[in-house]
């Protein structure tokens, strides 16, 4: 069993920038591909940024490339996510996900998919006044 807990939301003007964090627990989060979702109020969870296992290959939604950047340290268990030039449109629940299963390759068009994952954290409130 995995567990996943996201920590720095919380309240930003537009424009500012936001540290997202999600500690994994587990003894081989190294060979985890990682995640961040988000879900705005009323709208379906959508895919935000994955990060390979070795964190050597990375994807992102169209959306938030160029202001994100997914990150991690497998040493300590976490994975990032650094949030610039937010927007009101920034404004959701940020959930951070995991997959544990190691398939032979990292695939950043698979990864965008929720489906991919089997673990998930509770999310973290972003909100982006304007």
């Known amino acids: 069993q995995v567990q996943l807990v996201e920590s720095g939301g919380g309240l930003v003007q537009a424009g500012g920038s936001l540290r997202l964090s999600c500690a994994a627990s587990g003894r081989t989060f190294s060979s985890y591909a990682m995640g961040w979702f988000r879900q705005a109020p009323g709208k379906e969870r959508e895919f935000v940024a994955t990060?390979?296992?070795?964190?050597?290959?990375?994807a992102y939604a169209a959306s938030v490339k160029g202001r994100f950047t997914i990150s991690r340290d497998n040493a300590k268990n976490t994975v990032y996510l650094q949030m610039n030039v937010l927007k009101p449109e920034d404004t959701a629940v940020y959930y951070c996900?995991?997959?544990?299963?190691?398939?032979?390759?990292?695939?950043?068009?698979?990864?965008?998919?929720?489906?991919?994952?089997?673990?998930w954290g509770q999310g973290t409130q972003v909100t982006v006044s304007s």
């Open positions: 996900a995991a997959d544990t299963r190691r398939p032979l390759y990292f695939s950043g068009t698979s990864y965008s998919s929720e489906t991919q994952y089997n673990y």
């Open positions: 990060i390979s296992w070795s964190g050597g290959s990375t």
